[in-house]
């Protein structure tokens, strides 16, 4: 994987030094990996295809690599149109509730919190993001117009059935405010943005 530097806001830096969290510039890469489909991949999306893949890094740490899974057709620009899946596959230790602390952070920025659902959201987040392992897997399955479905390491842990939260939430990484616009460029790799 070839490196692609990256602005951090200093902001969202300091707040994930503080959760214990690390990100920064990832690794982009032109053509996705050979890889295994995840069995909750294969079962959301049985001709899902690698899209795109990316790492994030802060600093020297290697945060995580994320492959977004898609089928046939699928068009950045309306990532919320499509089914796909969100592969995170975590490279350190990280708490569950920096991981929830992170999203809200990020749904905010990006203005796509409704405030008057924020804390459904919230508790939602907290049942499936579990602490994880260098190793570790969260898996979030898009189900364009219903929510998403969310797994850890192969296993369902939570549902949210709201098509807005689906939105706000992989518009951390697909959006086009991100504020990882070269993770973006990396999961989103030859579709329109």
């Not at 592969?87 to 919190?113: I, T």
């Amino acid at each position: 994987m070839a490196s692609v530097s990256a602005p951090w806001p200093r902001r969202a830096v300091l707040r994930m030094a503080l959760a214990g969290a690390v990100a920064l510039p990832l690794r982009a890469q032109a053509e996705p990996p050979t890889v295994e489909v995840p069995p909750e991949v294969a079962q959301a999306l049985p001709q899902g295809q690698p899209h795109g893949a990316g790492r994030l890094r802060y600093l020297l740490w290697d945060v995580f690599d994320a492959t977004l899974w898609t089928l046939q057709g699928f068009r950045g620009a309306q990532y919320f149109d499509h089914a796909f899946a969100l592969e995170l596959r975590y490279l350190r230790k990280l708490s569950g509730a920096s991981l929830v602390e992170s999203s809200v952070q990020e749904m905010r920025r990006v203005g796509s919190l409704d405030p008057n659902k924020e804390a459904a959201w919230t508790a939602a987040m907290q049942t499936a993001f579990v602490d994880v392992q260098a190793g570790d897997r969260i898996t979030g399955v898009h189900r364009p117009g219903a929510g998403t479905r969310f797994f850890f390491n192969g296993r369902l842990r939570g549902t949210v059935d709201d098509a807005a939260f689906a939105r706000a939430f992989f518009g951390i990484w697909l959006g086009a405010t991100t504020s990882e616009p070269s993770l973006r460029s990396a999961l989103l790799a030859g579709s329109a943005l």
